[in-house]
């Protein structure tokens, strides 16, 4: 299957009339919006969620409870907060950290490679810290949506050494 441009699917997105409930129900931000997604708040899609890695039964009930935690506390940040915890040395919070496929060591890189082959060549895929210990999740955000890719319970996806 061949990837679609992203400028042809934001034209393809354009053309779909959605209904007010609609728009409110994910968030979008159209041309005439006067929001930016960066003051959205993320919401979790699994849509492309690859379980082949890692599936949740894999998480220890503590385990899920922080994932859960997790979410609440992405929900309640903007997109440009999310943002902002990025850093080289300075990260904090949910640590965004933006990546190429080609640092990834681990078989990981094969079940991201599969979902940019799906959706398009332009996505972009980051990490972002559950806790600050070693659970994390991957994905690529859409508009306002987070979609998680991959769950990273032992942070293998970049193996240490």
């Not at 968030?27 to 890692?54: C, G, H, M």
């Not at 609440?72 to 990025?86: D, F, I, K, N, P």
């Not at 965004?96 to 959706?119: D, G, P, W």
Request: hydrophobic share 40%.
């Amino acid at each position: 299957m061949k990837a679609l441009p992203k400028e042809k699917i934001k034209a393809d997105a354009a053309a779909v009339k959605l209904s007010l409930g609609e728009r409110k129900i994910f968030d979008l931000v159209s041309a005439d919006a006067d929001r930016e997604i960066t003051k959205k708040n993320p919401y979790v899609v699994l849509k492309y969620f690859q379980d082949s890695w890692e599936c949740f039964s894999a998480w220890e009930k503590d385990e899920l409870k922080q994932l859960s935690a997790f979410l609440r506390r992405l929900g309640s940040h903007t997109w440009q907060q999310v943002y902002e915890t990025a850093g080289k040395s300075g990260k904090h919070g949910l640590a965004y950290t933006k990546y190429e496929l080609s640092h990834i060591k681990s078989s990981a890189k094969e079940q991201l490679e599969k979902v940019k082959k799906l959706i398009s060549e332009d996505i972009d895929f980051f990490e972002l810290r559950v806790d600050q210990n070693k659970l994390r999740v991957h994905g690529f955000q859409s508009q306002a949506a987070f979609f998680l890719v991959l769950l990273d319970r032992e942070h293998s996806v970049f193996p240490m050494g």
